[in-house]
Protein backbone atom coordinates (compact mmCIF):
# COMPACT_ATOMS: atom_id res chain seq x y z
CA UNK A 1 0.00 0.00 0.00
CA UNK A 2 2.49 2.83 0.96
CA UNK A 3 4.62 1.27 -1.99
CA UNK A 4 1.83 2.97 -4.06
CA UNK A 5 1.26 5.90 -2.50
CA UNK A 6 4.88 6.87 -3.23
CA UNK A 7 5.00 5.85 -6.50
CA UNK A 8 1.96 7.72 -6.69
CA UNK A 9 3.94 10.68 -5.40
CA UNK A 10 6.81 10.27 -7.78
CA UNK A 11 4.88 10.60 -10.91
CA UNK A 12 2.96 13.73 -9.80
CA UNK A 13 6.05 15.66 -8.32
CA UNK A 14 7.75 14.37 -11.97
CA UNK A 15 4.84 15.57 -13.66
CA UNK A 16 4.77 18.74 -11.19
CA UNK A 17 8.48 19.43 -12.44
CA UNK A 18 7.93 18.89 -16.39
CA UNK A 19 5.01 21.32 -16.24
CA UNK A 20 7.35 24.34 -14.36
CA UNK A 21 10.04 23.24 -17.17
CA UNK A 22 7.60 23.61 -20.19
CA UNK A 23 6.26 26.66 -18.71
CA UNK A 24 9.73 27.91 -18.18
CA UNK A 25 10.39 27.42 -21.81
CA UNK A 26 7.22 27.68 -23.74
CA UNK A 27 6.81 31.36 -25.31
CA UNK A 28 3.17 30.87 -26.90
CA UNK A 29 0.99 32.75 -23.35
CA UNK A 30 -2.00 30.75 -24.41
CA UNK A 31 -0.14 27.38 -23.28
CA UNK A 32 1.70 28.93 -20.24
CA UNK A 33 -1.85 29.79 -18.85
CA UNK A 34 -3.52 26.40 -19.59
CA UNK A 35 -0.08 24.42 -18.13
CA UNK A 36 -0.72 26.81 -15.08
CA UNK A 37 -4.10 25.48 -14.71
CA UNK A 38 -2.33 21.72 -15.05
CA UNK A 39 0.06 22.55 -12.15
CA UNK A 40 -2.73 23.46 -10.00
CA UNK A 41 -4.55 20.52 -10.64
CA UNK A 42 -1.56 18.46 -9.98
CA UNK A 43 -1.09 20.52 -6.74
CA UNK A 44 -4.42 20.17 -5.58
CA UNK A 45 -3.86 16.37 -6.12
CA UNK A 46 -0.96 16.38 -3.85
CA UNK A 47 -2.98 18.15 -1.38
CA UNK A 48 -5.42 15.40 -1.52
CA UNK A 49 -2.63 12.71 -1.02
CA UNK A 50 -1.55 14.88 2.14
CA UNK A 51 -4.82 14.65 3.43
CA UNK A 52 -5.39 18.24 3.55
CA UNK A 53 -9.20 17.81 1.49
CA UNK A 54 -9.30 21.80 2.33
CA UNK A 55 -6.69 22.87 0.39
CA UNK A 56 -6.54 20.71 -2.48
CA UNK A 57 -10.75 22.15 -3.18
CA UNK A 58 -9.68 25.44 -2.99
CA UNK A 59 -6.78 24.88 -4.85
CA UNK A 60 -8.39 23.21 -7.44
CA UNK A 61 -11.49 25.54 -7.74
CA UNK A 62 -9.39 28.85 -7.68
CA UNK A 63 -5.70 28.04 -9.07
CA UNK A 64 -7.12 25.28 -11.91
CA UNK A 65 -10.57 27.24 -12.03
CA UNK A 66 -11.20 30.87 -11.71
CA UNK A 67 -7.52 31.75 -12.45
CA UNK A 68 -7.39 30.11 -15.35
CA UNK A 69 -10.31 31.71 -16.54
CA UNK A 70 -8.90 35.34 -15.65
CA UNK A 71 -5.81 34.71 -16.85
CA UNK A 72 -7.29 33.66 -20.50
CA UNK A 73 -9.70 36.84 -20.13
CA UNK A 74 -6.52 38.83 -19.47
CA UNK A 75 -4.20 37.44 -22.91
CA UNK A 76 -7.22 38.30 -24.44
CA UNK A 77 -6.72 41.81 -24.03
CA UNK A 78 -2.94 41.74 -24.23
CA UNK A 79 -2.41 39.12 -27.19
CA UNK A 80 -1.46 35.55 -27.06
CA UNK A 81 2.89 35.56 -27.64
CA UNK A 82 5.73 36.71 -25.60
CA UNK A 83 7.20 39.65 -26.57
CA UNK A 84 10.95 38.21 -27.45
CA UNK A 85 13.70 40.67 -25.58
CA UNK A 86 17.19 41.78 -28.02
CA UNK A 87 20.18 42.47 -26.26
CA UNK A 88 19.28 39.63 -23.89
CA UNK A 89 21.63 40.78 -21.20
CA UNK A 90 21.70 37.41 -18.52
CA UNK A 91 24.02 38.87 -15.83
CA UNK A 92 22.33 41.06 -13.74
CA UNK A 93 18.88 38.98 -13.39
CA UNK A 94 21.34 35.56 -12.72
CA UNK A 95 22.66 37.76 -10.34
CA UNK A 96 19.93 39.19 -8.53
CA UNK A 97 18.41 35.38 -8.33
CA UNK A 98 21.30 34.12 -6.91
CA UNK A 99 21.27 36.81 -4.12
CA UNK A 100 17.94 36.16 -3.65
CA UNK A 101 18.02 32.60 -3.51
CA UNK A 102 20.94 32.60 -1.44
CA UNK A 103 19.16 35.34 1.18
CA UNK A 104 16.34 32.76 1.15
CA UNK A 105 17.79 29.74 2.32
CA UNK A 106 19.98 32.04 5.20
CA UNK A 107 16.77 32.84 6.37
CA UNK A 108 15.71 28.67 6.40
CA UNK A 109 18.95 27.83 8.36
CA UNK A 110 16.82 29.16 11.46
CA UNK A 111 13.21 26.86 11.01
CA UNK A 112 13.03 23.77 12.60
CA UNK A 113 13.82 20.48 10.98
CA UNK A 114 11.23 19.02 8.31
CA UNK A 115 9.10 16.90 10.22
CA UNK A 116 10.44 17.08 13.59
CA UNK A 117 8.16 15.93 15.95
CA UNK A 118 9.25 18.06 18.54
CA UNK A 119 8.81 21.38 16.90
CA UNK A 120 7.38 24.51 18.42
CA UNK A 121 4.08 24.42 15.87
CA UNK A 122 3.67 20.60 16.58
CA UNK A 123 3.74 21.29 20.33
CA UNK A 124 2.11 23.98 21.20
CA UNK A 125 -1.24 25.44 19.01
CA UNK A 126 -2.09 22.06 16.80
CA UNK A 127 -2.40 19.92 20.02
CA UNK A 128 -5.09 22.99 21.34
CA UNK A 129 -7.29 23.14 17.97
CA UNK A 130 -7.44 19.04 17.90
CA UNK A 131 -8.26 18.47 21.51
CA UNK A 132 -10.67 21.39 22.18
CA UNK A 133 -12.09 21.74 18.80
CA UNK A 134 -14.80 19.59 19.38
CA UNK A 135 -15.73 20.91 22.66
CA UNK A 136 -15.45 24.86 22.17
CA UNK A 137 -16.61 24.66 18.42
CA UNK A 138 -18.62 21.58 18.17
CA UNK A 139 -18.25 21.39 14.17
CA UNK A 140 -17.21 18.31 12.62
CA UNK A 141 -15.02 19.93 10.17
CA UNK A 142 -11.91 20.86 12.10
CA UNK A 143 -10.36 23.18 9.24
CA UNK A 144 -13.39 25.38 9.21
CA UNK A 145 -13.21 26.11 13.04
CA UNK A 146 -9.75 27.29 12.90
CA UNK A 147 -10.39 29.16 9.54
CA UNK A 148 -13.71 31.09 11.09
CA UNK A 149 -13.52 30.91 14.76
CA UNK A 150 -9.99 30.78 16.30
CA UNK A 151 -8.10 32.39 13.00
CA UNK A 152 -11.03 34.41 12.09
CA UNK A 153 -8.80 37.51 11.92
CA UNK A 154 -6.73 35.94 9.59
CA UNK A 155 -9.63 35.38 7.38
CA UNK A 156 -11.02 38.45 7.79
CA UNK A 157 -7.98 40.19 7.06
CA UNK A 158 -8.15 37.42 3.23
CA UNK A 159 -11.50 38.46 2.54
CA UNK A 160 -10.46 42.45 2.87
CA UNK A 161 -7.41 41.45 0.33
CA UNK A 162 -10.11 40.17 -2.17
CA UNK A 163 -11.96 43.24 -1.45
CA UNK A 164 -9.14 45.43 -1.88
CA UNK A 165 -8.09 43.68 -5.21
CA UNK A 166 -11.68 44.45 -6.40
CA UNK A 167 -10.90 48.08 -5.60
CA UNK A 168 -7.53 48.06 -7.33
CA UNK A 169 -8.88 46.43 -10.79
CA UNK A 170 -11.72 48.97 -11.01
CA UNK A 171 -9.92 51.94 -9.99
CA UNK A 172 -7.45 50.92 -12.81
CA UNK A 173 -9.28 49.47 -15.81
CA UNK A 174 -13.36 50.02 -14.74
CA UNK A 175 -16.15 48.33 -16.38
CA UNK A 176 -17.53 49.22 -19.58
CA UNK A 177 -21.01 48.86 -19.27
CA UNK A 178 -22.20 49.00 -22.57
CA UNK A 179 -25.61 50.51 -23.26
CA UNK A 180 -26.93 48.11 -26.15
CA UNK A 181 -29.76 45.84 -25.38
CA UNK A 182 -29.07 42.34 -24.29
CA UNK A 183 -28.87 39.90 -27.79
CA UNK A 184 -30.93 37.16 -27.65
CA UNK A 185 -29.30 36.04 -31.43
CA UNK A 186 -32.18 33.65 -33.23
CA UNK A 187 -30.81 30.69 -33.86
CA UNK A 188 -28.64 30.74 -31.40
CA UNK A 189 -24.89 31.51 -31.63
CA UNK A 190 -23.40 28.74 -30.24
CA UNK A 191 -26.62 26.03 -29.98
CA UNK A 192 -24.67 23.14 -28.69
CA UNK A 193 -22.35 24.86 -26.03
CA UNK A 194 -25.80 27.14 -25.23
CA UNK A 195 -28.41 24.14 -24.35
CA UNK A 196 -25.49 22.18 -22.28
CA UNK A 197 -24.58 25.67 -20.28
CA UNK A 198 -28.14 26.15 -19.85
CA UNK A 199 -27.95 22.76 -18.66
CA UNK A 200 -25.22 23.08 -16.05
CA UNK A 201 -26.00 26.30 -14.61
CA UNK A 202 -28.09 25.74 -11.97
CA UNK A 203 -26.21 22.21 -10.78
CA UNK A 204 -23.15 24.85 -10.48
CA UNK A 205 -24.94 26.82 -8.79
CA UNK A 206 -26.85 24.54 -6.01
CA UNK A 207 -22.89 22.60 -5.61
CA UNK A 208 -21.73 25.89 -4.96
CA UNK A 209 -24.59 26.45 -2.41
CA UNK A 210 -23.85 22.72 -1.23
CA UNK A 211 -20.67 23.97 -0.79
CA UNK A 212 -21.24 27.21 1.27
CA UNK A 213 -23.59 25.79 3.69
CA UNK A 214 -22.20 22.13 4.58
CA UNK A 215 -18.62 24.07 4.89
CA UNK A 216 -19.00 23.15 8.55
CA UNK A 217 -19.04 19.64 8.12
CA UNK A 218 -17.61 18.63 4.99
CA UNK A 219 -14.57 20.30 2.95
CA UNK A 220 -15.35 23.69 1.71
CA UNK A 221 -16.49 27.10 2.54
CA UNK A 222 -17.05 30.31 2.02
CA UNK A 223 -13.94 30.77 -0.57
CA UNK A 224 -14.87 27.95 -2.20
CA UNK A 225 -18.71 28.44 -2.43
CA UNK A 226 -18.16 31.94 -3.71
CA UNK A 227 -15.32 30.70 -6.76
CA UNK A 228 -17.89 27.95 -7.49
CA UNK A 229 -20.58 30.61 -8.05
CA UNK A 230 -19.12 33.28 -9.49
CA UNK A 231 -17.90 30.36 -12.31
CA UNK A 232 -21.75 29.55 -13.43
CA UNK A 233 -22.41 33.38 -14.08
CA UNK A 234 -18.38 33.09 -16.62
CA UNK A 235 -20.10 29.97 -18.05
CA UNK A 236 -23.23 32.14 -18.91
CA UNK A 237 -20.88 35.06 -20.06
CA UNK A 238 -18.94 32.91 -21.97
CA UNK A 239 -20.96 30.98 -24.00
CA UNK A 240 -23.80 33.62 -24.46
CA UNK A 241 -22.82 36.96 -24.46
CA UNK A 242 -21.64 40.01 -21.91
CA UNK A 243 -24.57 42.23 -21.96
CA UNK A 244 -26.86 39.40 -21.39
CA UNK A 245 -24.54 38.62 -18.32
CA UNK A 246 -24.33 42.04 -17.52
CA UNK A 247 -28.09 42.58 -17.76
CA UNK A 248 -28.74 38.83 -15.38
CA UNK A 249 -25.97 40.72 -12.55
CA UNK A 250 -25.31 44.18 -12.76
CA UNK A 251 -22.41 45.30 -12.06
CA UNK A 252 -24.02 47.85 -10.25
CA UNK A 253 -25.82 45.44 -7.55
CA UNK A 254 -22.38 43.33 -7.51
CA UNK A 255 -20.49 46.63 -6.00
CA UNK A 256 -22.67 46.77 -3.39
CA UNK A 257 -23.22 43.38 -2.89
CA UNK A 258 -19.58 42.45 -2.46
CA UNK A 259 -18.92 45.08 0.06
CA UNK A 260 -22.02 43.90 1.93
CA UNK A 261 -20.38 40.89 2.34
CA UNK A 262 -16.79 42.55 4.07
CA UNK A 263 -19.45 44.23 6.23
CA UNK A 264 -21.43 41.28 7.50
CA UNK A 265 -18.25 39.68 8.48
CA UNK A 266 -16.95 42.86 10.27
CA UNK A 267 -20.45 43.63 11.58
CA UNK A 268 -20.50 40.10 12.83
CA UNK A 269 -17.58 40.87 14.94
CA UNK A 270 -18.78 43.99 16.11
CA UNK A 271 -21.98 42.73 17.47
CA UNK A 272 -19.90 40.21 19.26
CA UNK A 273 -18.48 43.45 20.91
CA UNK A 274 -21.63 44.99 21.43
CA UNK A 275 -23.03 41.74 23.85
CA UNK A 276 -19.81 42.37 25.62
CA UNK A 277 -17.19 39.88 24.06
CA UNK A 278 -14.25 40.27 22.32
CA UNK A 279 -14.13 41.08 18.71
CA UNK A 280 -15.41 38.11 16.56
CA UNK A 281 -16.03 35.92 19.63
CA UNK A 282 -18.77 34.03 18.68
CA UNK A 283 -19.39 33.21 22.61
CA UNK A 284 -21.61 35.93 23.39
CA UNK A 285 -23.62 36.15 20.15
CA UNK A 286 -26.35 33.84 21.73
CA UNK A 287 -27.07 32.47 25.32
CA UNK A 288 -24.95 29.29 24.26
CA UNK A 289 -22.05 29.07 23.92
CA UNK A 290 -21.39 26.38 21.29
CA UNK A 291 -24.50 27.55 19.31
CA UNK A 292 -23.02 31.08 19.29
CA UNK A 293 -20.18 29.53 17.52
CA UNK A 294 -22.29 28.16 14.73
CA UNK A 295 -24.21 31.03 14.02
CA UNK A 296 -20.91 33.08 14.17
CA UNK A 297 -19.34 30.42 11.63
CA UNK A 298 -22.36 30.07 9.56
CA UNK A 299 -22.71 34.43 9.27
CA UNK A 300 -19.19 35.10 8.05
CA UNK A 301 -19.18 32.06 6.21
CA UNK A 302 -21.76 33.74 4.31
CA UNK A 303 -19.90 36.77 3.90
CA UNK A 304 -17.12 35.39 2.67
CA UNK A 305 -18.97 33.50 -0.18
CA UNK A 306 -20.49 36.91 -0.93
CA UNK A 307 -17.69 38.58 -1.25
CA UNK A 308 -15.47 36.39 -3.19
CA UNK A 309 -18.36 35.38 -5.52
CA UNK A 310 -19.19 39.70 -6.58
CA UNK A 311 -15.38 40.06 -6.66
CA UNK A 312 -14.66 37.44 -8.89
CA UNK A 313 -17.52 37.93 -11.45
CA UNK A 314 -16.86 41.58 -11.50
CA UNK A 315 -13.03 41.21 -12.17
CA UNK A 316 -14.09 39.12 -15.11
CA UNK A 317 -16.15 41.89 -15.90
CA UNK A 318 -13.74 44.78 -16.07
CA UNK A 319 -11.07 42.06 -17.96
CA UNK A 320 -13.56 40.86 -20.88
CA UNK A 321 -15.15 44.32 -21.29
CA UNK A 322 -12.03 45.47 -22.41
CA UNK A 323 -11.48 43.21 -25.02
CA UNK A 324 -12.13 44.39 -28.12
CA UNK A 325 -13.94 40.98 -29.60
CA UNK A 326 -17.53 39.88 -27.95
CA UNK A 327 -16.75 36.69 -26.47
CA UNK B 1 -20.59 -14.69 -7.32
CA UNK B 2 -17.72 -12.33 -5.63
CA UNK B 3 -15.60 -14.19 -8.63
CA UNK B 4 -17.76 -13.15 -11.22
CA UNK B 5 -18.14 -9.69 -10.46
CA UNK B 6 -14.24 -9.73 -9.85
CA UNK B 7 -13.59 -10.98 -13.21
CA UNK B 8 -16.47 -8.63 -14.57
CA UNK B 9 -14.40 -5.42 -12.79
CA UNK B 10 -11.12 -6.66 -13.82
CA UNK B 11 -12.25 -7.13 -17.72
CA UNK B 12 -14.00 -3.33 -17.54
CA UNK B 13 -10.62 -1.83 -15.59
CA UNK B 14 -8.07 -3.65 -18.47
CA UNK B 15 -10.61 -2.25 -21.57
CA UNK B 16 -10.28 1.17 -19.61
CA UNK B 17 -6.71 1.17 -19.35
CA UNK B 18 -6.68 0.13 -23.12
CA UNK B 19 -8.36 2.90 -24.32
CA UNK B 20 -6.87 5.19 -22.07
CA UNK B 21 -2.84 4.22 -23.17
CA UNK B 22 -4.41 4.32 -26.79
CA UNK B 23 -5.65 7.55 -26.66
CA UNK B 24 -2.55 8.57 -25.54
CA UNK B 25 -0.45 7.22 -27.81
CA UNK B 26 -2.87 8.32 -30.43
CA UNK B 27 -2.27 12.27 -29.19
CA UNK B 28 1.20 11.28 -29.97
CA UNK B 29 1.01 9.79 -33.22
CA UNK B 30 -1.29 11.30 -35.27
CA UNK B 31 -0.03 13.96 -37.33
CA UNK B 32 -3.22 16.28 -37.24
CA UNK B 33 -5.21 18.43 -35.25
CA UNK B 34 -8.43 16.96 -35.44
CA UNK B 35 -7.44 13.01 -35.41
CA UNK B 36 -5.27 13.88 -32.36
CA UNK B 37 -8.85 15.65 -30.45
CA UNK B 38 -10.30 12.40 -31.62
CA UNK B 39 -8.01 10.20 -29.78
CA UNK B 40 -8.44 12.15 -27.32
CA UNK B 41 -11.99 12.39 -26.72
CA UNK B 42 -12.06 8.53 -26.77
CA UNK B 43 -10.20 8.98 -23.61
CA UNK B 44 -12.37 11.13 -22.38
CA UNK B 45 -15.84 8.97 -22.63
CA UNK B 46 -15.34 5.54 -23.14
CA UNK B 47 -12.35 5.00 -21.03
CA UNK B 48 -13.39 7.06 -18.22
CA UNK B 49 -17.30 4.72 -18.37
CA UNK B 50 -15.14 1.51 -18.51
CA UNK B 51 -12.65 2.28 -15.50
CA UNK B 52 -16.10 4.11 -13.52
CA UNK B 53 -18.45 0.66 -14.11
CA UNK B 54 -15.05 -1.44 -13.00
CA UNK B 55 -14.42 0.76 -10.01
CA UNK B 56 -18.88 0.21 -9.36
CA UNK B 57 -18.53 -3.45 -9.17
CA UNK B 58 -16.08 -3.23 -6.88
CA UNK B 59 -17.44 -0.99 -4.40
CA UNK B 60 -20.42 -2.91 -4.49
CA UNK B 61 -24.59 -0.83 -3.81
CA UNK B 62 -23.02 1.85 -1.69
CA UNK B 63 -22.90 5.29 -1.49
CA UNK B 64 -19.51 5.62 -3.56
CA UNK B 65 -21.56 3.93 -6.40
CA UNK B 66 -24.17 6.80 -6.77
CA UNK B 67 -20.83 9.25 -6.91
CA UNK B 68 -19.43 6.94 -9.55
CA UNK B 69 -22.13 6.99 -11.47
CA UNK B 70 -23.05 10.49 -11.05
CA UNK B 71 -19.05 11.44 -12.24
CA UNK B 72 -19.55 9.69 -15.03
CA UNK B 73 -22.77 11.18 -16.26
CA UNK B 74 -21.25 14.72 -15.22
CA UNK B 75 -17.82 13.26 -17.81
CA UNK B 76 -19.93 12.57 -20.56
CA UNK B 77 -22.19 15.63 -20.36
CA UNK B 78 -19.29 17.70 -20.20
CA UNK B 79 -16.46 16.27 -22.53
CA UNK B 80 -18.14 15.52 -25.42
CA UNK B 81 -19.22 19.24 -25.47
CA UNK B 82 -15.77 20.38 -24.55
CA UNK B 83 -13.90 18.81 -27.49
CA UNK B 84 -16.88 20.26 -29.80
CA UNK B 85 -15.85 23.36 -28.57
CA UNK B 86 -12.29 23.26 -29.03
CA UNK B 87 -12.68 21.91 -32.75
CA UNK B 88 -14.99 24.36 -33.21
CA UNK B 89 -12.62 27.45 -31.52
CA UNK B 90 -9.74 25.69 -33.86
CA UNK B 91 -12.18 25.20 -37.75
CA UNK B 92 -13.48 28.98 -37.01
CA UNK B 93 -9.75 30.52 -36.52
CA UNK B 94 -8.92 28.64 -39.95
CA UNK B 95 -7.30 25.73 -39.23
CA UNK B 96 -8.41 23.10 -41.88
CA UNK B 97 -8.24 19.42 -41.73
CA UNK B 98 -5.44 17.68 -43.77
CA UNK B 99 -6.92 15.40 -45.84
CA UNK B 100 -4.72 12.99 -47.16
CA UNK B 101 -6.42 13.34 -50.19
CA UNK B 102 -8.56 16.57 -51.47
CA UNK B 103 -11.65 16.84 -53.32
CA UNK B 104 -10.07 17.95 -56.37
CA UNK B 105 -7.40 15.36 -56.56
CA UNK B 106 -10.08 12.59 -55.79
CA UNK B 107 -12.36 14.14 -58.66
CA UNK B 108 -9.60 13.93 -60.75
CA UNK B 109 -9.14 10.23 -59.80
CA UNK B 110 -13.00 9.63 -60.46
CA UNK B 111 -12.23 10.89 -63.96
CA UNK B 112 -9.11 9.41 -65.08
Known amino acids: ?327 | MTFIIDALSWVFLMLGCFLGISGAVGIFQFKEFYSRVHAASVTDTLCVFFIMAGLVLQSGFTLVTVKLVLAVALLWFTSPVASHALIHAAYLTGLKPKLTTTRKEAAKRGQS
Not at chain 1, 159 to 180: D, T
Not at chain 1, 231 to 255: G, N
Open chain 1, 1 to 327: MSNINLLIDIVLLTMLVFTTVAIIRLRSLFAIVMLSGVYSLLSANIFVILDAVDVAFTEAAVGAGISTVLMLATIGITGYEQKKRRNHNWIAPLTVVLITGAVLVYGTLDMPAFTNPNDPIHLHVAPRYINDSPTEIGIPNMVTSVLASYRGYDTMGEVIVVFAALIGVLSLLGIREKSSAPLHAEPPARPILQVMAKFMIPYIILFSLYVQFHGDFGPGGGFQAGVIFSVAIILYTLTFSQQDAMALVPPRVLKRFAAIGVLIYGGTGVVSMFKGGNFLDYNVLVDDPLHGQHYGILIIEFGVGLTVACVMMLIFFAFISRGDKNP
